[in-house]
């Protein structure tokens, strides 16, 4: 905390507030307009949070790296010169004729999914004058907007779920947590709100607008340059969600057997094409080599980089293979989902997880015990299909390859709303179908 903290921060308060209050009535309505301060607030409190935690209870880590040792040196070099600040904000992370006074600074210069991190929190910084607290606020503000437009997405059409979506997408306290500060987290969760509003808008609302896919590309591209493995789990989703909307349309069941092995293959192409693509970008994401990825990044995040850190966990060997990673896939869901269990807590910070997920636990075994047959039947619903589909692959891929406790509960954000929201939507397709049921026995 620095005395430009204590200046610049009110200032950057009150333009978001005094902003948001003039957006409100353009993003609202008489149901929403409850849960749209209260979220922005806990978004704000979040970003402020983390700042503290990193500061006296780590003591440094990620978010100070990324300001202290890399945002600021920006803004110092546009101080300087605004030449130099400019060609250190599109460095492509070489050619450092010019820059080299300041890039020798930063630890990430080379590091391309960290620098980007680093050139969002600058372009912040100009406007915060590098006042750390009033930067993680943009930051908590850019989440937000994420979260809302998530929220959105699956209120719409469902204004009677209102406080359970507004629940899963903006209040769930690990998410405005761990997804709002200045970290590669909060950016990623930001751009896959944005990307499933945007989705949504085009493949169910068909509401195609030039804007509409350049910001879906924008979203998507930013999600790409700092943590591909997101994709990896989001696009057969997508896939699948677009693959069951266009099924959903043909009415004859002739029709729908005589297409389903072509759309069927059409799909698996596609998801075939978005992996190898990956895969000849970043050689650690190819099909070849994810079992590779997932055990050198499992072991170094236990046993090196997180081996102080009290809260290792293991499921079992990693031997490198892609099989050997399907074959821990139960497990990987499991810690994923409903781990640290309350007797594995060690510190305060695992409480509040293992608390979340005791009431995730809670919350399935519920939907599960209600639906029981008729669970099968949801899955037909696209919505519930791409909630599930990306939450449980996603589970998969970071519980296989963290090996921490600490660290999954960063890891795992993204999935923790869609997760929720598939177990809401299936509460209310189940409740939904038993009342036809009685009406039909009524008449």
């Known amino acids: 905390m620095e005395l430009r903290d204590l200046i610049v921060t009110p200032i950057i308060l009150f333009i978001v507030y005094a902003s948001a209050y003039v957006v409100r009535p353009w993003v609202t309505d008489d149901v929403n307009r409850r849960y749209f301060f209260p979220a922005l607030t ?3 409190l979040g970003a ?15 978010t100070y790296n990324y300001h202290t040792h890399g945002s600021r040196v920006v803004w110092e070099a546009f101080w300087d010169s605004p030449a130099a600040g400019l060609k250190l904000l599109f ?12 890039s020798s600074r930063i630890p990430f210069f080379r590091d391309a999914s960290s620098y980007t991190v680093i050139r969002i929190a600058a372009i912040f910084d100009l406007i915060t004058f590098s006042a750390y607290s009033a930067t993680a606020i943009c930051f908590g503000v850019m989440s937000f907007v994420g979260g809302w437009m998530l929220f959105l997405t699956f209120y719409e059409d469902r204004k009677h779920l209102a406080g359970w979506i507004a629940f899963a997408t903006l209040f769930v306290p690990s998410v405005f947590f761990w997804g709002s500060g200045l970290l590669k987290d909060t950016i990623t969760l930001t ?3 944005v990307a499933t509003y945007f989705i949504w808008k085009i ?6 607008k030039i804007l509409h896919f350049i910001l879906l590309v924008l979203a998507l591209y930013i999600v790409y340059s700092i943590k591909k493995y997101i994709l990896l789990s989001y696009f057969p989703a997508v896939m699948l969600m677009i693959y069951a909307r266009a099924f959903a349309i043909l009415q004859n069941v002739l029709i729908k057997l005589l297409i389903f092995p072509f759309m069927a293959v059409v799909v698996g192409a596609c998801l075939y094409f978005v992996v ?10 190819s099909l070849q080599q994810l079992g590779n990825t997932a055990k050198i990044t499992a072991y170094d995040i236990a046993f090196q980089t997180g081996r102080d850190a009290g809260s290792t966990y293991v499921l079992g060997e990693l031997d490198g293979t892609f099989s050997g990673l399907i074959r821990l896939a139960p497990e990987a869901v499991n810690v994923s989902l409903f781990r ?7 510190n305060p910070l695992m409480l509040m997880s293992a608390l979340e997920s005791f009431v995730i636990a809670i919350g399935t075994i519920m939907v599960f015990f209600k639906g029981r047959v008729r669970i099968l039947n949801t899955l037909v619903n696209p919505d519930i299909l791409f909630c599930l589909t990306f939450s449980l692959i996603f589970a998969f891929a970071v519980g296989v390859s963290t090996y921490n406790f600490g660290t999954l509960s960063r890891y795992k954000i993204p999935l923790v709303p869609f997760y929720l929201l598939a177990l ?7 409740n939904s179908a038993r009342n036809l049921d009685a009406l039909d026995r009524t008449e």
């Open 42 to 44: 806990v978004k704000v």
């Open 276 to 285: 190898d693509q990956v895969g000849k970008d970043d050689s650690r994401y």
């Open 191 to 193: 751009c896959i709100g």
């Open 48 to 62: 402020l949070a983390l700042g503290f935690i990193y500061q006296f209870y780590y003591n440094g880590g990620d």
């Open 203 to 208: 493949v169910a609302q068909k509401r195609a």
């Open 91 to 102: 460095s492509d992370g070489q050619d450092e004729i010019g820059i080299y006074q300041y």
């Open 424 to 430: 809401i939507l299936i509460f209310d397709h189940i």
């Open 340 to 346: 640290p269990y309350l007797w594995e807590v060690s």
